[in-house]
């Protein structure tokens, strides 16, 4: 059984400088597919309505959830490694919607399936997988394979077993945020109980992940969020999740930050998802020879850092980009388990909850989509498969 018969109006991938083919062009070509799997088989036509390469039609297109197709295609014949899972939920995070939008750093060949991350059930194995069963519970570990599908056939090392004892919503958004705030926390700085992490974006599913590993670790956090409308219930809720202060970015400069440090030592990590501004203030707070690690960049604006930072204060700046740690431990397959292990426990010592989130049946995608787009999104939207 193979894919059916592909029709999809897309050019080869080119970036600025490489290639005469227009990369705006590219980009406003490029959809993903949502699909389903039935008995019928799978077919993919994409037709994008918008060819003007004005920015506002540019800027529409990437928000046109209606170019996106719920389709059918055959299940792929199994290989002799490979395991035939049937997806149980899928979230559609921000690296979904920068693959879309042409600007991630690895994209999938097209015709593609959306969504990076997800849980599902093993239905069969091949005659060489030895480590999975029909029954388990496994996640996906491996980018572009396509996450927003019914069911699957992926190869027995691209999967990691889930112990069934983990909630589902819970396994589905694990391999990502989770694992990013961990390792985050783990790798750049030796941190011990009573030591405080600094952060931005601290509502997001790492944010989120941040602070309740680190409060069952013993770790202060200093959480910085946007202003809005509804703050005082977003303070509350990451108060909740064990956060000791939650601020807002314009605070940062403000001298009341000097009553946090009466109690509250000053960090030695400090961890980016935005840039921009709010970047540069958190870094002042850093202790002398801190590090602060940058593992997104939601403002689209670069990190600047003031000369005095670097001469008198000796920080350090790295980045985190968790495929690219999997890449590296593909064959360690000991420190993989080994943080998988403690997020297990994590969860069911009640230490890691699932993020804040909205579970979406799959015929509702359009929607699901549109809403992890909306500013100032603080609920993950998870389909379910």
């Keep these: 059984m193979g894919l059916s018969k592909v029709d999809v109006g897309v050019r080869s991938w080119r970036r600025p400088g490489y290639g005469d083919i227009d990369w705006v062009e590219n980009t406003m070509l490029f959809i993903l597919s949502l ?47 490979d395991v035939h899972v049937k997806m149980l939920a899928s979230p559609i995070n921000p690296a979904d919607i920068n693959v879309i939008q042409g600007t991630y750093p690895t994209l999938p060949p097209l ?15 091949g005659r060489r997988v030895t480590a999975l069963k029909p029954g388990d519970r496994v996640i996906l570990a491996v980018n572009n394979l396509g996450t927003w599908r019914t069911q699957g056939v992926f190869p027995e090392e691209a999967l990691l077993p889930v112990p069934s004892d983990v909630p589902v919503l819970c396994a589905a958004t694990l391999s990502v945020n989770p694992c990013t705030a961990f390792r985050m926390l783990a790798d750049f ?68 930050m000097k009553d946090i440090f009466k109690d509250t030592p000053k960090p030695r990590l400090a961890l980016n998802c935005v840039g921009g501004k709010s970047t540069t203030e958190m870094l002042r707070h850093l202790q002398p020879k801190g590090t602060m690690v940058t593992y997104g960049g939601m403002a689209k604006q670069p990190v600047t850092v003031p000369v005095r930072a670097f001469i008198f204060q000796d920080v350090r700046l790295r980045g985190f980009w968790m495929s690219q ?9 000991d420190s993989v388990s080994s943080m998988m292990d403690a997020l297990f426990q994590l969860i069911r010592r009640g230490q890691l909850s699932t993020p804040a989130c909205t579970p979406v049946p799959l015929q509702d995608y359009r929607a699901a989509l549109e809403n ?11 389909l379910l498969l």
């Design 325 to 333: 740690w999997r890449k590296d431990h593909a064959q360690d397959r």
């Design 189 to 256: 700085e030796r941190l011990a109980p009573g030591d405080s992490v600094i952060q931005n974006a601290a509502n997001s599913g790492v944010g989120q992940a941040v602070i309740q590993i680190a409060k069952a670790s013993g770790i202060k956090t200093i959480n910085v969020v946007r202003d809005r409308a509804d703050l005082p219930k977003l303070v509350e809720r990451l108060v909740a999740l064990g956060a000791d202060h939650v601020i807002t970015e314009e605070m940062l400069r403000k001298p009341e």
């Design 35 to 81: 699909i389903r799997i039935c008995d019928k088989g799978i077919s993919f036509q994409l037709k994008p309505r918008c060819r003007n390469t004005s920015q506002a039609c540019i800027n529409a297109f990437f928000l046109r959830v209606s170019l996106f197709r719920l389709k059918d295609l055959e299940v792929a014949k199994l290989g002799d490694s």
């Design 372 to 382: 992890s787009m909306k500013p100032f999104a603080s609920s993950k939207q998870i």
């Design 111 to 125: 015709p593609a399936v959306g969504g990076n991350e997800g849980v599902g059930e093993v239905l069969e194995v």
